[in-house]
């Protein structure tokens, strides 16, 4: 049974770093076509594909917030990391970890947390 | 960078009722296109993958097609436990990526 788990701060102020964790089970993060990847979403918007690593510790940021992004891993954990720099009120949202399974090409997001809300205010 | 337009953003229905939603992507992105049902304080739930294939254990009512830049996803027979917002989502390798449409809220007429 695959389940992930988001943690890490509700509430972070303006500049601050924010870090957040994906607590995983169910599979391996070293198994070939795996990997895990960070999704936000603003309240009452879409989401937004924010980061992903994979089995072989490939990391992948989207562009508009590749310099403030850092994702990582601990396979002996299970787990993946966040770090998002200089928070801003905008970056408000729930964060979401989620798996990626890679079969042929092929992006399967076949299982996600539940969701971390993250606010930035002051 | 590639847009994906959905629409329509949002529409009212009736238990029973045939759903259609597009999603229109600026550029041919072959068939990298899944969807997505969104219930409120949940978490996105994967029913479609590739365009048109069904994601293990999603009801036959859901069916999605299309290729290129024009993409489909239709609910045969609305259900109660449908109502609820869907998104179209473009990925791909070359380089990684993913670019969700804006969303299709759909509730009740």
């Known amino acids: 049974q695959v389940t992930l788990r988001e943690s890490g701060p509700a509430l972070v102020k303006p500049t601050q770093t924010l870090t957040l964790t994906c607590t995983f089970s169910g599979f391996s993060l070293s198994a070939f076509g795996m990997c895990v990847t960070w999704i936000r979403q603003p309240p009452g918007k879409a989401p937004e594909w924010l980061a992903r690593i994979d089995w072989d510790d490939d990391k992948f940021y989207t562009s508009s917030l590749k310099t403030r992004l850092t994702i990582s891993k601990d396979t002996s954990k299970n787990q993946v990391a966040l770090t998002m720099t200089n928070m801003d009120p905008v970056d408000t949202g729930t964060y979401y970890c989620?798996?990626?399974?890679?079969?042929?090409?092929?992006?399967?997001?076949?299982?996600w947390g539940q969701g971390i809300l993250v606010t930035v205010s002051s | 960078d590639i847009q994906m337009t959905q629409s329509p953003s949002s529409l009212s229905a009736s238990v029973g009722d045939r759903v259609t939603i597009t999603c229109q992507a600026s550029?041919?992105?072959?068939?990298?296109l899944n969807w997505y049902q969104q219930k409120p304080g949940k978490a996105p739930k994967l029913l479609i993958y590739?365009?048109?294939n069904l994601e293990t254990g999603v009801p036959l009512r859901f069916s999605g097609s299309g290729s290129g830049t024009h993409f489909t996803f239709t609910i045969s027979s609305l259900q109660p436990e449908d109502f609820a917002t869907y998104y179209c989502?473009?990925?791909?390798?070359?380089?990684?990526?993913?670019?969700f449409g804006q969303g299709t809220k759909v509730d009740v007429k």
């Open positions: 590739d365009a048109s």
């Open positions: 989502q473009h990925y791909d390798n070359l380089p990684p990526l993913c670019t």
């Open positions: 550029q041919d992105i072959v068939n990298y």
């Open positions: 989620a798996r990626i399974r890679m079969v042929a090409g092929t992006q399967l997001f076949d299982f």
